[in-house]
């Protein structure tokens, strides 16, 4: 990484990671669906430790679960200090990417999991695509009691809010 990378404390910007991590899903779901992938959601990314100016950063990405038309890519990412020998992982990142074939979603293969680790991860991503399913449908939910609240309904619930 590079000082153009970093933010105001001295270390990696993560818009810079971030970028870096949409470029890695696209490259690890296209060459599974043999197709264009284009980036439908960053579900998750976690910044376990800062990554610094310098470092030699590694992206592996692998795909953990597959719907119909889409991938979702597990990254994981390394920083490693190249003068003193020390590798750190830094990040976890859940891209789904969708296969895109003259402008519109294409099947993807069936992803065949032959080991104890890639069942679980598959089992895995199968339930972390039900649960943000699950999550939408009870945000949305709630978002409309919000809108179909009364003022004063409203004013107790900023109320309450505060008080916990």
Do not use: W
Not at 31 to 43: E, K, Q, W
């Amino acid at each position: 990484m590079q000082p153009q990378d970093a933010n105001f404390l001295g270390k990696v910007f993560g818009g810079a990671i971030l970028a870096k991590i949409d470029l890695c899903a696209y490259a690890t779901s296209s060459r599974f669906a043999g197709t264009i992938c284009v980036t439908a959601s960053f579900d998750r990314v976690d910044f376990h430790e800062p990554i610094e100016v310098g470092d030699l950063v590694t992206f592996v990405g692998h795909v953990s679960y597959v719907g119909r038309t889409s991938v979702e890519v597990t990254i994981e990412i390394y920083a490693e200090n190249v003068l003193i020998g020390t590798k750190r992982h830094t990040n976890t990142a859940r891209v789904t990417m969708v296969a895109i074939k003259d402008g519109k979603p294409q099947l993807v293969p069936r992803l065949l999991c032959e080991t104890r680790e890639d069942k679980i991860r598959f089992l895995e991503g199968k339930l972390r695509r039900e649960l943000r399913a699950r999550q939408i449908e009870e945000r949305e939910r709630i978002y409309a009691n919000f809108n179909a609240a009364s003022d004063s309904d409203l004013d107790e619930l900023l109320h309450a809010s505060k008080l916990s």
